[in-house]
Each structure stands twice: as C-alpha cells, then as structure tokens.
C-alpha cells in the first residue's frame, strides 16, 4: 500500500451473503473518502469472490467459528492473516456482524479506529459503537455505522454491494455456455438447497418448476448450482427433465460466479447465490421461510422480488412461475 493515504478496511467475517451485503459499504467509503485505500476482510471461503481492482482482500476463516461445510478456522492462520493485516497498517476498520472478538482482533491488530455496533460485548473495543437498530434492512445498519464513523450522513443509496467480475471470469463464463451449446438460449441459474433444511423449497416443486418452464420457453437453459455432496440427490431431482435443457453444476465460488454472470434469472432461496446474483446485476426470485426479507433480501441494480410463506414449502409453484415469466427476457419468436 502506497505511504501517506488513509486505508480504511471492512471486515465482513460471517457467511456468504453477509460478506457481498457487507462490500455495499465499499463504493460508499470511495466517496467518502476518494483518496483512500480499502481493504476487505472476510472468511476463507468466500476469498475468490471478490474481483475488485484497487481493494485488498484479506481471509482466514475465524478459530471460534465454523463456515457452512467447513469446520472451524486455524488459530495459527488467523493470528497470522491478523499480522498481515497489522503491517499494512490500517488508519480505520468498520466491524460488521460485531461481537468482542472480531472487535477485539481489530485492535490487536493494531487499528486504531474501530467503528461497530455496540452487541454481544463488543463495546469496550470499539472507539465508535453504535446501537443496534430494532429493525431494517443489514445494509441500512451498514449505513448507519458509516454515518456515525465519519461524522456524517450516508446516504442508502450510496451502498450497492460489489463482487467484481473480471475479464477472465466472464470468458470461461461464455466458454461454458459454447461448450454446452447453450450460447443461443436464455440461461437461468437456480439454487435448491442451502445449509438450513427449513430454508428449502421442497425438491419436488423445484422438478416442477423447471418442468413448467422447459414447456413455456423451448429457448430456456437450466443451470442447477450445486455442491458435490448435494450433486446425486439433485440429478434425480431433474432426471425426468428434456435432455440438454438442465444441467446440474458443481464448482468453486469462482466457477458459481462465472455461470451466473452469464444468466438472465436466478431463483433459489435465502443463500448466498441470490445475494451473488444481484451484486452481478442479474434479477432474482428469492423464496424466504424462516428469515425476515425486509432485513435479508439480496441487493443489487436489477428487480429482485421475493415470495415468503412460513413455511417456504406453503409456497406454490404458480406463484413462482409467475415471478419468473414477468423477470425473464422475452423469447425468440416462433
């Protein structure tokens, strides 16, 4: 990092989603403070998510806390990943989803102003804490802690969260695409299962769906995101489905991202796909069950609309068709 300019870090160290809502603060910081270097600190996993020139990217999963299919972080990597952060000598952090250990790294770290929200014992190593409001939206509280940081009012619509999409990115994403022969169709990603089983669409009306839709729109490609140990289950899902028309993919989070910087649709649930999505700038339909929208909704520049029923299996699959017919591009003519 260049001497003599502010740097200022975001340390975004919770799930998926919550690291692509927490990068919404990073064009906000830009115009807050254009001369200034920024820096994201978020888990392991979500490392090769972030293709932002002119931000460094720091990751180490933390040793208290496990990812979604991954154990807890390595005490050593993490002290050693908090060094590095140390000796690139930050002027500020804001600490999202706070609590007294992430609030406490930071100033081990050597940061000498800590903003956060004052909860779960955060408090005494923060030099700006400020309370937790009752309700709205996770990037709203981003706002606010922006605010009361820099002393002045921060707009919403400053935040817009960022992943980046490098040149390379999206040529494997349009390679893909040739390979399958999909390049003339209108591609749609969905995402069926997340880590939480009361999160999930049931698979059976997700098979309907995708049937539903092979029938209204010959154009129409299915790209099923998938883990490997999730990939069996969800090929029987959509045996029955046209030949050629689905196809279930498995990949790291760079892969994800390269499929769906190529999709006219995404649908899934609450996960961290659908906050990916609409940071690329793709439309979502986002079904919620147990998780308040109004506080978890994906953001991005295009339409998301969400369908919340509790529980998400009381949703139908004509409410959802609907969604998408009204979101999805139009066809080719007959």
Known sequence: MAAGKRRILVAALHNLGDAVMGSALLPALRRLEPEAELGLWVKDYARELFDLPGVR???????WDAA??????????????LARIGACGYDAVLVLDCDWRRALACRLAGIPQRAGLRQRKSGPFLTVAVEPAPAGHVVEDHARLASAWCGRSVPLDWLVPEIGLSTRQKERGVRWRAELGWQDGTLAALHL??????KNWPLEKWSQLAARLCERR?????????????????RRAMRDLPE???RVVTGSISAIKEILSQAALFVGGDSGPGHMAAALGVPVV????PTEPGRYRPLGRADVHVIRRQP????SVAEVLEAVSALLPAGPRP
């Open 57 to 63: 990217v720091h990751a180490a999963d933390p040793f």
């Open 68 to 81: 979604p299919g991954r154990g807890k972080g390595s005490l050593r990597r993490f002290v050693g990943e």
């Open 193 to 198: 299962i997340s880590g939480d089983p009361e």
């Open 218 to 234: 010959p154009d129409l490609r299915l790209a099923v995101l998938s883990s490997p140990s999730e990939e069996p289950v969800l």
């Open 244 to 246: 050629g028309r689905v």
């Open 286 to 289: 986002s079904l919620f069950g």
């Open 312 to 315: 998400v299996a009381g949703v």
